[in-house]
T-cell receptor
Framework: DAGVTQSPTHLIKTRGQQVTLRCSPK?????VSWYQQALGQGPQFIFQ???????QRGNFPDRFSGHQFPNYSSELNVNALLLGDSALYLC???????????????FGPGTRLTVL | AQSVTQLGSHVSVSEGALVLLRCNYS??????LFWYVQYPNQGLQLLLK??????LVKGINGFEAEFKKSETSFHLTKPSAHMSDAAEYFC???????????FGAGTQVVVTP
């Protein structure tokens, strides 16, 4: 059973460019969350997708947007890149149940984005 | 709003010694608590979680953690450190029904021979 996969592994962009990161959830999972992990810090929640809708969003500007496809895979798009967007971007998947948030989130290996 | 504080950004332990990583949380409602481990250049792996029930939680690789509501703590321990335990450890909390995780800043563990 494949776990959460992310592509690409590494990415180098310049300021002002746009980037798209991709995530395939663990088999059977229907919810995808994205986190940004800056160097030396804990991951910060960006947003969560469920049933192809953004269900919840963290404190990130509108330059960060996403999408979820019918097969539950997801994309994270970042427009007008800033130097401060350099980070490890983590995707996590889970199965939404009526368990009040206790479900385990399974993380992918991440995409390392460097903005020059 | 909930928050997580991990005491000590770096911890050095000798191989075979006790590993103790401290985590305190603030929350107005009963939280769900998690410990994740991150090895270099990898994603996060769940070590253990507390939801309800028994306050002493056992996880993978010999780790365990105890939920203490009165102290708002969820410290992680392992009786005997192994070289393979060298990694970064994150404590996290979620209090919303959709499982949004809020992480601490992390503790880097170094294991010396």
């Amino acid at each position: 059973d494949a776990g959460v996969t992310q592509s690409p592994t590494h990415l180098i962009k310049t300021r002002g460019q746009q980037v798209t990161l991709r995530c395939s959830p663990k088999s059977g999972h229907d919810t995808v969350s994205w986190y940004q992990q800056a160097l030396g810090q804990g991951p910060q929640f960006i947003f969560q997708y469920y049933e192809e809708e953004e269900r919840q969003r963290g404190n990130f500007p509108d330059r960060f947007s996403g999408h979820q496809f019918p097969n539950y895979s997801s994309e994270l798009n970042v427009n007008a890149l800033l130097l401060g967007d350099s980070a490890l971007y983590l995707c996590a998947s889970s199965l939404s149940r009526t368990s009040g948030g206790s479900d385990t989130q399974y993380f992918g290996p991440g995409t390392r984005l460097t903005v020059l | 709003a909930q928050s997580v504080t991990q005491l000590g950004s770096h911890v050095s332990v000798s191989e075979g010694a006790l590993v103790l990583l401290r985590c305190n949380y603030s929350s107005s409602v009963p939280p769900y608590l998690f410990w994740y481990v991150q090895y270099p250049n990898q994603g996060l792996q769940l070590l253990l979680k507390y939801t309800t029930g028994a306050t002493l939680v056992k996880g993978i690789n010999g780790f365990e953690a105890e939920f203490k509501k009165s102290e708002t703590s969820f410290h992680l321990t392992k009786p005997s450190a192994h070289m393979s335990d060298a990694a970064e450890y994150f404590c996290a909390v979620t209090v919303d029904s959709w499982g949004k995780l809020q992480f601490g800043a992390g503790t880097q563990v170094v294991v010396t021979p």
